[in-house]
T-cell receptor, first 114, second 116 residues
């Protein structure tokens, strides 16, 4: 069966520090991968998605970047964190080019910027 | 761009009763999919139900059903026989059809409280 792992679960970082959040998927090949951010009390906003190794699409301009060095690995990064980067970050995966298959989400990372 | 609106920030229901959560969306597309996701306090997003826009029949999954009004661009979720475990934040989401790679646009969410 397919599983998705996301870590760390919780992270506290000072303003200006770098960031690296990792997400891996097991049990499937060539998944679509997504990074979402959920600000406090708000819905999820799609940040990045990837349909293949090295292919990254950004949905909103921001201080973050994403990379996909391997088929089932998706990394969210920042060189210098801002206070506004605080939030709950969710990784998700799906298969195929159309929306008939739902997305499956990881457990999320709660990021607090001090 | 598509937008999804959930106008009820919070709802409450008594255990065993029925509750309906509202969702409206705006799109110019004819081919799309709509979803309801549940996010319990554990924070993991769980798919509750899915509706294909080309299907006139409303989707149902056990105690969960939707009222899909395509012309009105409305997609409400009805939870029957509410249980304590239904307490969560519920998100309505939209995905374009065609080659969209399943990207989702979410509403703001509705917090559902279930009273014993």
């Amino acid at each position: 069966s397919q599983t998705i792992h996301q870590w760390p679960a919780t992270l506290v970082q000072p303003v200006g520090s770098p960031l690296s959040l990792e997400c891996t998927v097991e049990g499937t090949s060539n998944p679509n991968l997504y990074w979402y951010r959920q600000a406090a009390g708000r819905g999820l906003q799609l940040l990045f998605y990837s349909v293949g190794i090295g292919q990254i699409s950004s949905e909103v301009p921001q201080n973050l970047s994403a990379s996909r060095p391997q088929d089932r690995q998706f990394i969210l990064s920042s060189k210098k964190l801002l206070l506004s980067d605080s939030g709950f970050y969710l990784c998700a995966w799906s298969v195929g080019t159309v929306s008939t298959q739902p997305q499956h989400f990881g457990d999320g990372t709660r990021l607090s910027i001090l | 761009a598509q937008t999804v609106t959930q106008s009820q920030p919070e709802m409450s229901v008594q255990e065993a009763e029925t509750v309906t959560l509202s969702c409206t969306y705006d799109t110019s597309e004819s081919d799309y999919y709509l979803f309801w996701y549940k996010q319990p306090p554990s924070r993991q997003m769980i798919l509750v139900i899915r509706q294909e826009a080309y299907k006139q029949q409303n989707a149902t999954e056990n105690r969960f059903s939707v009222n899909f009004q395509k012309a009105a661009k409305s997609f409400s979720l009805k939870i029957s026989d509410s249980q304590l475990g239904d307490a969560a934040m519920y998100f309505c989401a939209y995905s374009s059809g065609g080659t969209s790679y399943g990207k989702l646009t979410f509403g703001q969410g509705t917090i559902l409280t279930v009273h014993p």
